[in-house]
């Protein structure tokens, strides 16, 4: 039995945030990335009273632009490097950019167009780079010497996979596949200029992540980065240091990672992922994984560790099966590896993703590393199941986490347009009552991870936008359709902002500063109250008296959710110093996710 606890406190006190991939941001040239469209995402947050940006892994993608198959632990994805941020420093010019084709769908991300245009574009911003050795250029060298435990075999692994056509490391030469000193030594004069190449791009991410993460935390808004369990068999890690992982003498795996059968899968699933070799971490007192884990707070506040119940019990395949029929449990690390986690970096700020099939003993690890663990509402109302109900609002503690849903989950909308009646039935009675319009239910649904006990809710920003599956990030066991969701340009409206806004202050999870701001100004500005009932608001940093139906708050009563700071003037919904027309397509949208009018039948 586990008895120890790493954290004593909660990490969270009571907030909420949203989740979006900055893939899915609307920036220009084929995908999201660290642009102007990222900084106001994080404004967008702040105003709406958010206090966390959850992401995906940041890192390098790989076949199947799965963000949680990358070719690095360590490395950033030069996908997210903003071409405008090089455009502003005189590396490109915005011609260039423009003259190439990223795609013509404007919501979704076209990976090989991307590919090829990006890659070139940034090759001719790394030539000018090197050629002109300005101050940057000192920098670049500074951040060569700091990251030197992984930079360079990164760069060296993406140097030899061009050489080798993209080809995986285990079907290159055996002089170069088993690391022999003279291979490299040969490589890395015949390759030394593409080496360079891949740490620049590192330099660019790094630097502009910075830049960002900054701002964002300036702003009172901290990131929740993602840290996959494994590692992918194709990647440096897997290649420079084969002493971490269940490999043979000839460098190749005896077992990877995968799912056993059950109910969704007759055979199991096969990830194909490397696994540890635990017993020799544990030697090295876990230096590997507390490298990790410290890099990893470098570039996030909070780690969101996925798979946490492989650091309990791991499923072990045999590398030569085909499919995950015939593997078996194995013991993992346990409380061992956070202890020494927690010994090496101080108190861990981790959420568990502890989803699907749980034991016993993966329940007793995580209450005794004392992590929040997720609650996730898109799996609380199933009318069949006659367990525990686990996922059900009424039975979390303060200490986890809640969704609507992840990115692996369906949009609310879709959701809620695919479950059966029974299903459907089972949330208008625990809501107490009917709600026949689906657009109102996700508002519903989202107020009921608002109004839950959890310490963190998180909420997907399709679900405030209210967006069925074809904003889907990611539907498991599938390829070629995932990971490429985008938001347009203007979609971020100021009607999901008002509905963040109000849920987030209704139930309690407003910022501590903006609270203690508004306790201010409510004691004194009493001259200064708007008068609700007369129609007019005075506004004070303007001074200005509007003829618009002001209402600082009007209260949830009756269906209607408390207002603030919105001027209603016909059909146009005007917020701080936005206004912004809403179409009478639109208005039935943002009354039905409102609240405003709707008759509630009781069940």
Same mark, same amino acid.
């Given at each position: ?116 245009a990006r890659y070139r574009l940034l090759k001719k911003a790394f030539k000018l780079f090197y050629e002109v050795k300005d101050a940057d250029y000192v920098k ?100 420079a240091q084969p002493k971490l992982f269940q490999f043979d003498k000839n460098g190749m795996p005896t077992a990877v990672a995968g799912c056993p059968p059950d ?212 539907e498991p066991s599938t390829i070629g359709k995932n990971w490429r969701w985008r938001m347009l340009p203007g979609e971020l409206t100021p009607a999901a902002g ?34 609700? $009932?007369? #129609?007019? *608001?005075? &506004? !004070? ?5 509007? @003829?618009? =139906?002001?209402? +600082?708050?009007? /209260?949830? $009563?009756? #269906?209607? *959710?408390? &207002? !603030? ?5 016909? @059909?146009? =919904?005007?917020? +701080?110093?936005? /206004?912004? $027309? ?12 409102? @609240? ?8």
């Open positions: 039995m586990q008895k120890k606890r790493i954290v004593e406190e909660d990490i969270f006190m009571r907030a909420s945030g949203v989740l979006l991939p900055v893939s899915s941001l609307s920036s220009k040239y084929g995908i999201g990335c660290f642009s102007k469209e990222a900084y106001q995402f994080v404004d967008f947050l702040k105003k709406n009273g958010q206090s966390y940006w959850q992401i995906l892994p940041l890192g390098q993608t790989s076949f199947g632009d799965s963000p949680y198959q990358s070719f690095s632990t360590f490395a950033g994805n030069p996908y997210f490097i903003s071409l405008e941020g090089l455009i502003g420093r005189g590396l490109l010019k915005k011609k260039d950019c423009d003259g190439y084709d990223f795609g013509s769908n404007p919501a979704d991300i076209d990976y090989g167009k991307m590919y090829r670049f060298l500074d951040f060569q010497e700091q990251e030197a435990s992984w930079l360079f075999d990164y760069a060296l692994f993406m140097a030899l996979k061009d050489n080798f056509k993209g080809k995986s490391w285990i079907e290159w030469p055996d002089g170069i596949r088993l690391r022999e000193p003279e291979a490299v030594k040969e490589y890395q004069e015949k390759l030394k200029e593409q080496i360079l190449f891949y740490e620049y791009l590192q330099y660019e991410f790094y630097s502009q992540w910075e830049a960002l993460k900054s701002y964002a935390n300036r702003q009172g808004i901290q990131i929740i980065g993602d840290l996959p369990i494994y590692v992918a068999l194709d990647s440096a890690d897997a290649w109910a969704f899968s007759a055979t199991g699933q096969l990830w194909g992922n490397p696994l540890y070799d635990w017993d020799y971490h544990k030697k090295t007192g876990y230096d590997w994984w507390i490298s990790r884990v410290r890099a990893s707070y470098k570039m996030y506040d909070v780690i969101r560790i996925d798979h946490f119940r492989g650091f309990d019990e791991y499923y072990a395949i045999p590398a030569k099966d085909k499919t995950a029929e015939f593997g078996k449990w194995e013991q993992g690390p346990g409380i061992g590896l956070f202890d020494a986690l927690s010994h090496a970096l101080g108190k861990l700020n981790v959420i568990v993703e502890d989803l699907g099939y749980i034991t016993d003993s993966v329940r007793e690890l995580v209450r005794a590393v004392g992590f929040p663990n997720m609650k996730v509402l898109e799996f609380a109302f199933d009318a069949k199941d006659q367990g525990p109900r686990d996922y059900l609002p009424y039975n979390y503690d303060k200490n986890c986490v809640v969704y609507t849903g992840t990115h692996d989950n369906e949009t609310l909308r879709g959701w809620l347009d695919s479950i059966p009646k029974a299903d459907y039935g089972m949330i208008e009675k625990y809501l107490g009552y009917k709600v026949e319009n689906k657009d109102e239910m996700v508002a519903q649904v989202i107020r009921l991870a608002q109004a839950s006990a959890a310490n963190l809710c998180i909420v997907p920003m399709q679900d405030y936008l209210c967006l069925d599956n074809r904003a889907r990030i990611n008002l509905l963040m806004k109000n849920l987030t202050k209704t139930y309690g999870r407003m910022p501590a500063a903006k609270v203690a701001a508004g306790q201010l100004k409510q004691s004194v500005g009493k001259k200064k109250r708007r008068d609700v $009932q007369a #129609g007019a *608001v005075q &506004k !004070e940093s303007a001074g200005i008296v509007t @003829g618009a =139906v002001h209402e +600082e708050s009007v /209260r949830e $009563q009756g #269906g209607i *959710v408390e &207002k !603030e700071d919105v001027s209603v003037r016909g @059909g146009s =919904v005007q917020k +701080e110093d936005e /206004r912004v $027309q809403v179409k009478a397509g639109q208005q039935k949208r943002v009354v039905a996710q409102l @609240g405003v009018g709707v008759e509630k039948r009781r069940v």
